[in-house]
């Protein structure tokens, strides 16, 4: 890492300084950030920690469990990044402690995913604009899938759809996230493609993909309309699945390489879902620049594809200010299809 990377200077560096690098796991003993501003005169900021805004087995715990092993690479010497569950409104409680100032600082990750800028287009997270943080990295795209359980009477998408044009009340949906989550989008498109009426469909809600998955194994649900990552780590664990299409525009590779796609059964639904991490807003311009630089990092060394494959993820790799403008399409792109499934925008 040089100077020039990462806009250092060359003042001898004070241990508030060091105690911030050595957070980000970014030390360059040479040269060092300028002093952040911090509550204090001697801020002490522990370490980096990537919160899961949800509970444990979906894909934002995925995005934590990567983003640390992705650091861990190429910084194999500094202290790993710990992750923290903070479950609630599938990112909501999360991002508004960050937005708010009550959780946060330089030191404190989150995860995000594409629900989350689609909770942000409809107002869910709160009187905040997307602003309120800063966008930091994405690592990587996952895409939506239709499971069932293993025992289900439906070997394709095609007889699901049948089912569901016959009543879409008989069947239940279980996945993470309210009316209006993208869990919940996927299922109405899916029952709009039947050709019915999506609010007549049953959607039950959970605090994130590993709760739902939990439901489908236990029968308590029929169909789980997540994403292909947390439902191949559930089937890797022993969860009996069975999958009928992934939303993607071509089929996957590796694990997912058997399961067509819902284009080829002539269903046209494409899901992708980017994860990714932000930070808060008020974190110092400093810090900002140094996890960037990290996370450029490490997605660019030469063993991370293999990793992010390990995490079931596909190529998606954005920071800085594309990823800021891609944050800013989406959001306007998600508006458009809330608006055209009647879903009301919550007052900022």
């Known amino acids: 890492m040089t100077h020039a990377t990462m806009g250092l200077d060359a003042t001898p560096c004070t241990a508030t300084r060091r105690r911030l690098l050595r957070t980000l796991g970014l030390l360059a003993l040479p040269a060092c950030l300028p002093c952040p501003a911090a509550p204090g005169d001697d801020p002490s900021y522990g370490p980096a920690e990537c919160v899961v805004p949800a509970k444990p087995g979906g894909g934002f715990e995925l995005s934590c469990a990567l983003a640390r092993e992705a650091l861990q690479a190429v910084r194999p010497a500094r202290p790993p990044l710990v992750s923290r569950y903070l479950p609630g409104g599938i990112g909501a409680v999360a991002f508004d402690r960050i937005a708010t100032g009550r959780m946060g600082g330089p030191a404190t990750l989150v995860a995000f995913s594409s629900g989350s800028l689609l909770n942000l287009a409809q107002g869910r997270f709160g009187p905040h604009s997307p602003s309120a943080v800063r966008w930091i990295a994405t690592l990587g795209t996952d895409y939506g899938v239709i499971a069932v359980h293993r025992d289900a009477p439906f070997k394709t998408l095609g007889d699901l759809v049948a089912a569901l044009r016959q009543d879409p009340a008989r069947l239940t949906f279980g996945a993470g996230g309210t009316v209006g989550s993208q869990d919940w989008m996927k299922a109405a498109l899916l029952v709009r493609a039947a050709g019915r009426d999506h609010k ?113 993820l596909y190529p998606f790799t954005l920071t800085g200010d594309s990823l800021e403008d891609f944050v800013r399409q989406r959001i306007e792109a998600y508006r458009h299809l809330a608006d055209d499934l009647g879903l009301r925008r919550w007052a900022r």
């Open 200 to 312: 007549a469909m049953r959607f039950v809600a959970f605090e994130g993909g590993g709760e739902a998955l939990a439901a489908l194994q236990g029968r308590h649900v029929d169909l789980f309309p997540g994403d292909a990552a947390e439902a191949l780590q559930a089937l890797g664990g022993g969860a009996p699945l069975r999958f009928l299409a992934v939303l993607a525009e071509t089929r996957l590779s590796a694990a997912m390489a058997g399961v067509p796609t819902a284009r080829e059964q002539g269903v046209d639904l494409v899901w992708p879902t980017v994860r990714g991490l932000y930070l808060g807003a008020d974190a110092p311009e400093t810090a900002v620049r140094a996890w960037t630089e990290a996370f450029r990092q490490a997605v660019a060394s030469p063993g991370y594809a293999a990793l992010r494959e390990r995490h079931g």
